[in-house]
């Protein structure tokens, strides 16, 4: 949490000192509401469980026509749905993760194409329950701390107004990373999202909306 506020700090900081060089108003602030809220709702049946999901947002115009910047900073934190079949049932993980993407807007209806890059550090906790018919189950815990992974999100926006200041902007993304090391094969990577049975290439995508507040 100390480096999801930091990052975010560090962001505002970067963007108020080069306002003039790189965008124009208006500026908006913006939060993720979908992400999360399922692994509370439906705790069996989705892919991760009891998960806090927090992913704040600044989306600004540049100079250029049509053209916007999004920087995103995030932390997450919680459990892989358990599967009892496997030898390692479930995962405990965390993490923040850093993104920034270069929109281009669609001169006739309200949407947005959008990439960029993305980096998220994370660790994961896992037991071990390997099958002992003689002299019964062996189970063992292990920890992967400090994993890197950096790649590229690409997405599709629509905004939908709901009033002069608020509206809410509808996401499907697609994004591909690397692993720089970890020896565990992660059910879900904070930032990227469902991972299962992938080890050092990353591949994932979905959909969510986020909620943005127009500043000035």
């Given at each position: 949490?100390?480096?999801?506020?930091?990052?975010v700090?560090?962001?505002?900081v970067w963007?108020?000192?080069?306002a003039q060089?790189i965008?124009s108003?208006?500026?908006?602030?913006?939060?993720?509401?979908?992400?999360?809220?399922?692994?509370y709702?439906?705790?069996?049946?989705?892919?991760?469980?009891?998960t806090?999901?927090?992913?704040?947002?600044?989306?600004?115009?540049?100079?250029?026509?049509?053209r916007?910047?999004?920087i995103?900073a995030?932390?997450?934190?919680?459990?892989?749905k358990?599967d009892?079949s496997?030898?390692?049932?479930?995962?405990?993980?965390?993490?923040v993760?850093?993104?920034?993407?270069?929109?281009?807007?669609?001169?006739?209806?309200?949407m947005?194409?959008?990439i960029?890059?993305i980096?998220?550090?994370?660790g994961?906790?896992?037991?071990?329950?390997?099958?002992?018919?003689?002299?019964g189950d062996?189970?063992?815990t292990?920890?992967?701390?400090?994993?890197?992974?950096?790649?590229a999100?690409?997405y599709?926006?629509y905004?939908l107004?709901?009033?002069?200041k608020?509206?809410?902007r509808?996401?499907?993304?697609?994004?591909v990373?690397?692993?720089t090391g970890g020896t565990i094969?992660?059910?879900?990577y904070?930032?990227i999202?469902?991972?299962?049975d992938?080890?050092?290439?990353l591949?994932s995508?979905?959909?969510t909306?986020?909620l943005f507040f127009?500043?000035?």
């Amino acid at each position: 949490m100390k480096r999801l506020i930091l990052l975010v700090v560090m962001n505002l900081v970067w963007v108020r000192g080069n306002a003039q060089k790189i965008y124009s108003t208006p500026v908006y602030l913006g939060l993720d509401v979908v992400k999360g809220i399922p692994s509370y709702v439906f705790p069996d049946k989705y892919f991760i469980r009891n998960t806090m999901i927090i992913e704040p947002y600044v989306r600004f115009n540049t100079q250029k026509p049509r053209r916007s910047i999004l920087i995103g900073a995030g932390y997450a934190s919680g459990y892989s749905k358990a599967d009892t079949s496997r030898q390692i049932s479930n995962q405990k993980f965390s993490g923040v993760y850093f993104k920034v993407g270069f929109e281009k807007k669609n001169i006739r209806m309200p949407m947005s194409i959008g990439i960029g890059p993305i980096l998220s550090i994370a660790g994961f906790k896992a037991n071990y329950q390997f099958k002992g018919p003689t002299f019964g189950d062996y189970k063992a815990t292990f920890r992967d701390n400090k994993n890197l992974a950096i790649g590229a999100e690409g997405y599709m926006t629509y905004d939908l107004p709901l009033s002069e200041k608020f509206s809410l902007r509808f996401l499907g993304r697609a994004v591909v990373a690397a692993r720089t090391g970890g020896t565990i094969s992660p059910d879900y990577y904070p930032g990227i999202g469902y991972t299962r049975d992938l080890q050092k290439f990353l591949f994932s995508g979905g959909f969510t909306t986020q909620l943005f507040f127009r500043c000035k």
